[in-house]
């Protein structure tokens, strides 16, 4: 019974490199999202998706790529890192159309140096 | 501009202290007002879910309630294990997004 899995747990990057922080849930939810987790700010919404082939920025896109070629696997790409970036970062999937409870996963420390 | 601000920020009580938590939102087209506790070092997890005003929910010493324009979380006799931070998001129909507050640390001594 995984629900949302998140890799990896941490991460160091320099200024400039690219990744991707991946995410994946096995509840057949349609609806997926990201967010960052700043001291003192909450959550706040990166990217979500309403299901495969649809996403939508949220309050905080600029930097960050999304996909949706499946319904269970949701990829966040950070194109060109940037200190202002280091964050916690959460996976989340919903039942229905987002607005019923929420699983996250355990979340992505990432630091950028 | 949909806002979800929580009160206090932190919050410091004796084992058996009852209290409040604080929600206000200004969200268009609410489509669910939500509770979750977050513990260090892991993702949120998921208390209750209110769609209506007047609406009330328990969880053990947890009770969510909603009116029009905010929420609270009440603790009726809170025991350390109850220290968490418990964050407040609201669903906006108008956005299809669910919006954060920056959460109440809560810290309960014995």
């Known amino acids: 019974n995984a629900g949302v899995t998140q890799t990896p747990k941490f991460q160091v990057l320099k200024t400039g490199q690219s990744m991707t922080l991946q995410c994946a849930q096995d509840m057949n939810h349609e609806y997926m999202s990201w967010y960052r987790q700043d001291p003192g700010m909450g959550l706040r919404l990166i990217h979500y998706s309403v299901g495969a082939g649809i996403t939508d920025q949220g309050e905080v896109p600029n930097g960050y790529n999304v996909s949706r070629s499946t319904t269970e696997d949701f990829p966040l790409r950070l194109l060109s890192a940037a200190p202002s970036q280091t964050s916690v970062y959460f996976c989340?999937?919903?039942?229905?159309?987002?607005?019923?409870?929420?699983?996250f996963g355990q979340g992505t420390r990432l630091t950028v140096v | 501009e949909d806002q979800v601000t929580q009160s206090p920020e932190a919050l410091r009580l004796q084992e058996g202290e009852s209290s409040s938590l604080n929600c206000s939102y200004t969200v268009s087209g609410l489509r669910g007002l939500f509770w979750y506790r977050q513990d260090p070092g892991k993702g949120p997890e998921f208390l209750f879910t209110?769609?209506?005003a007047g609406e009330e929910k328990e969880k053990e010493r947890l009770k969510a309630t909603l009116t029009k324009k905010e929420s609270f979380l009440h603790i009726t006799a809170p025991k350390p294990e109850d220290s968490a931070t418990y964050l407040c998001?609201?669903?906006?129909?108008?956005?299809?997004?669910?919006?954060f507050g920056a959460g109440t640390r809560l810290a309960v001594h014995p």
């Open positions: 998001a609201a669903f906006s129909g108008g956005y299809n997004k669910l919006i």
């Open positions: 209110l769609y209506s």
């Open positions: 989340a999937s919903t039942n229905n159309r987002g607005n019923t409870e929420a699983f």
